[in-house]
């Protein structure tokens, strides 16, 4: 991994207090190529749009603030380009019609009335374009590549520019615009994002000037200067910080990722706020509970105890329910993470 040294005054992370002090919360997959076994492959911007109007915000929230988590992440969308929530600057570069991003700003919507109960909002985000949406991937420049039917060869082959821009970055650009405005509308109502795939960091943002991991972070806090952000490496154990902008670790595991040799669990790990996110099911969103109680409450507080988050991701319907069994499960979780909190408090 490259060290960069930047011409810009030394990078500030944002007080993550909060997270520590939240302790847990929650994760939901909210995104139409997960949610549509049931429809037709070709889902449509009408049925997108029909899913999006009936997810039942007021029933959703109250869910979720039951279970007593300290915040939520939850998808704008992801690999289909279905996303739940308007965005002129990305429609105008993208140029589809009609839109496939929803009419309805359901984030914005859940945001502002989980903080009207105490519970933050995070923002979950790729770092590139929807890759199964092609006209999105080219009006963003999401590709060093261009369509070699232009010159007459066969029609989707394509042929890469030269020089090549490893780093992409009139895309890069282009995702921090449509970022900004995001940020800009939601406000303080967002507390944070976790930005996922940012796996060639040292192509793309590992650099001295912009576009790079400080203006992409930037451009997530242009609404809210106090939102944490996390560029998501894979999965990597020992948990790692992945740069020196993010705010906290994006954590991701497929297992309870433990202390190892040569690995001490601390509240920060390089400066960076120390969350492991992981799933309660078989896999993100999906499947039946497949640990215990007992086994995912002493995680979570053992994770507490030196200062850390857990964040669990747990399935999601297409009108916002959480299925009992797991809804059951967090509500067990913030029983006891609530008891041993009052408990440190008196002591």
Avoid at 3 to 11: D, F, G, R, V
Avoid at 79 to 90: A, D, H, I, K, V
Avoid at 238 to 257: K, L, Q, R
Avoid at 328 to 341: A, F, H, P, W, Y
């Amino acid at each position: 991994m490259n060290t960069i040294k930047s011409a810009n005054p030394p990078w500030k992370r944002a007080n993550t207090d909060w997270m520590r002090d939240a302790h847990w919360g929650v994760m939901t997959h909210y995104m139409a190529d997960l949610l549509s076994s049931k429809e037709p492959a070709d889902m449509t911007s009408e049925r997108w749009n029909r899913h999006v109007d009936g997810f039942d915000v007021p029933r959703f929230v109250e869910t979720i603030a039951s279970t007593g988590a300290g915040y939520l992440i939850f998808t704008i969308g992801q690999c289909s380009g279905y996303f739940c929530s308007p965005n002129e600057t990305y429609d105008r570069l993208v140029g589809v019609r009609p839109s496939r991003l929803s009419q309805r700003d359901l984030v914005g919507d859940i945001a502002a009335a989980l903080q009207k109960r105490g519970v933050r909002t995070i923002a979950y985000l790729p770092s590139t374009a929807p890759t199964k949406h092609q006209e999105a991937v080219e009006g963003l420049a999401c590709t060093p590549a261009w369509d070699a039917s232009l010159c007459g060869l066969e029609p989707g082959t394509y042929v890469r520019r030269q020089p090549v821009d490893e780093r992409l970055s009139e895309f890069q650009r282009n995702w921090e615009a449509v970022i900004r405005e995001w940020s800009l509308r939601w406000g303080k109502s967002v507390s944070g994002w976790w930005i996922d795939g940012c796996y060639y960091a040292d192509k793309m943002y590992r650099h001295a000037d912009a576009p790079n991991f400080r203006s992409f972070a930037e451009a997530m806090k242009a609404g809210n200067p106090d939102s944490l952000v996390a560029f998501n490496p894979g999965v990597l154990v020992p948990v790692i910080c992945h740069t020196e902008c993010d705010d906290y670790t994006a954590g991701e595991a497929n297992v309870m990722v433990t202390p190892c040799r040569y690995h001490v669990f601390d509240r920060f790990i390089d400066g960076a706020q120390f969350q492991v996110l992981s799933y309660l099911g078989d896999y993100w969103c999906y499947g039946k509970p497949r640990y215990p109680d007992a086994l995912v409450v002493e995680y979570t507080k053992y994770i507490n105890s030196f200062g850390g988050a857990v964040t669990w991701d747990v399935p999601i319907a297409l009108d916002g329910t959480i299925p009992d069994a797991f809804l059951r499960q967090l509500s067990v979780i913030g029983e006891t993470i609530s008891k041993v909190s009052k408990s440190n408090e008196r002591t």
